[in-house]
């Protein structure tokens, strides 16, 4: 065996210092990129300028696909011998950093030409590979990157939209006298488009209400229902009449907006009570809104037979319960002739020991816990529905006096709701409870 001369051993090391100084070039103009391009840029020319290389491509594996990051002089369909054709894999100490940070690289790089017709020597080979390493792994840092900043984007975005939509809620601590409201308003995790809104039309001598919900999420969706609270409250100190408020609101939505928004709303008006006995009359249009429930003590006028549970014969005796179901189409559909809003206001008589109560579907739509409906005399049914808010309305109602103040009430429904439904919520919830702020013996 031969002994290398003192020559040869001074050509592999100076080989070696070459390539150890254009990592370390390669190495620093990676890191110093902030986008795939530039990377991507920085190895092909590393891999022209440093050995050559004439035509190339570069893949990146993942989910057992192929993404071609860069090639270069070669038609990609191509299936004509390579150079090299080698897929790099993490190396152990690499996968153990990146597992760290949340990326690993792994791709294919296929040389096929040099601008010299020599085939690749080993040391050429281990450079190659090492600087594609590099780029994957360059890659996968900038996407995970920017990742990051998309998910802070959205979650900045939900955290203003959310700011937005509390900032449309009435303020609890106002009286609304002489009208006693209770509500209660709760987001799912994504922001949605519920919406309260208690304007007090002093002028007229009225309240005027509105329960809304936008088909919208995020900032968009918060935005739209600002525009349309800023409307109604407009229109209620205007003197509109529910009616009015309903078509106006339509046409917004129709001429104002895209084509696939739409809100289901309620829109009602309360007159001042009776000092005599606490009576008021409520003007309501309910435009594709979930149905309202009106609760009236010592009246067999409308008891209706959907109730489902076995309720006491003595509180059914006591109390009835009334459903106010959708009178116009939802809002931002279709044109509405006038018409259609006056057909679609209705109007109820309250006492002062009835209650009105309104929600959205996030309240009707949220599963039930367990699996077995059946048990509560509800077949088929695993979400709350109608029903069951009826029926847990009149329990809430029936273990209280009459003079008992809506938010107790409200709490006292809530109370039944969050015992039986899934604790993971899925949509808004709203409630609104009224009732007449006069008190009454119980």
């Known amino acids: 065996m031969s002994t290398p001369t003192n020559f040869e051993g001074n050509t592999d090391l100076d080989r070696k210092e070459s390539e150890l100084v ?3 070039e390669a190495i620093t103009s990676l890191h110093a990129q902030h986008t795939e391009e530039g990377v991507l840029r ?24 192929e993404e071609i990051l860069v090639a270069h002089g070669v038609d990609t369909t191509s299936t004509g011998a390579a150079l090299m054709d080698d897929v790099v894999s993490e190396q152990d100490s690499d996968k153990r950093q990146d597992d760290r940070a949340g990326y690993h690289a792994k791709g294919r790089i296929t040389i096929i030409e040099r601008f010299v017709a020599h085939d690749l020597q080993a040391t050429d080979i281990r450079f190659i590979k090492t600087l594609t390493q590099l780029c994957l ?21 939900l955290s203003i939209a959310r700011t937005i939509q509390d900032s449309l809620l ?8 002489p009208w006693d409201i209770a509500w209660v308003h709760q987001s799912a995790k994504e922001v949605g488009g519920d919406l309260i809104d208690i304007v007090e039309d002093t002028t007229n001598r009225r309240l005027m209400v509105m329960i809304a919900d936008g088909a919208g999420k995020g900032i968009p969706g918060a ?4 525009s349309l609270q800023a409307l109604f409250q407009y229109l209620a100190m205007q003197g509109a009449s529910v009616g009015d408020i309903t078509h106006a609101m339509n046409h917004q939505l129709l001429t104002s907006t895209p084509d696939d928004t739409f809100v289901t709303a309620v829109f009602l008006e309360l007159s001042v009570p009776s000092t005599h006995d606490g009576a008021f009359q409520v003007q309501y249009v309910n435009a594709g809104h979930p149905a309202g429930y009106l609760i009236k003590r010592g009246d067999q006028g409308f008891m209706q037979g959907s109730m489902q549970s076995s309720m006491q014969s003595s509180m059914q005796s006591e109390m009835s319960l009334k459903k106010l179901p959708s009178t116009t189409p939802l809002l931002g559909v279709t044109p509405w002739d006038p018409s259609q809003t006056e057909k679609g206001t209705q109007a109820v008589s309250m006492s002062a020991k009835d209650i009105l109560c309104w929600l959205t579907d996030g309240v ?23 029903a069951r808010c009826g029926d847990w309305l009149l329990e809430a109602l029936g273990s209280s ?28 919830q709203t409630i609104v409870m009224l009732k007449s702020g006069h ?3 119980g």
Do not use: C, W
């Open 22 to 24: 254009a990592l370390t």
């Open 42 to 65: 920085v190895f092909k020319y590393t891999l022209m300028g440093q050995l050559g290389i004439k035509s190339f491509a570069l893949t990146r594996l993942a989910d057992d696909e």
């Open 137 to 157: 792994q360059s890659i996968e840092k900038l996407r995970l990157q920017r990742i990051e900043i998309e998910q802070e984007s959205v979650q900045k975005e």
């Open 170 to 177: 009435p303020n609890r601590k106002g009286p609304h006298e």
């Open 223 to 226: 935005l739209l229902m600002s």
């Open 364 to 386: 009707l739509e949220q599963e039930m816990v367990g699996s077995a409906p059946n048990h509560e005399g509800y077949v088929g049914e695993s979400r709350v529905g109608e």
């Open 401 to 428: 006096p009459t003079h008992t103040a809506s938010q107790e009430y409200l709490e006292r429904f809530l109370q039944r709701f969050h015992a039986r439904v899934h604790p993971v919520q899925g949509d808004d």
């Open 439 to 441: 008190s009454t013996s």
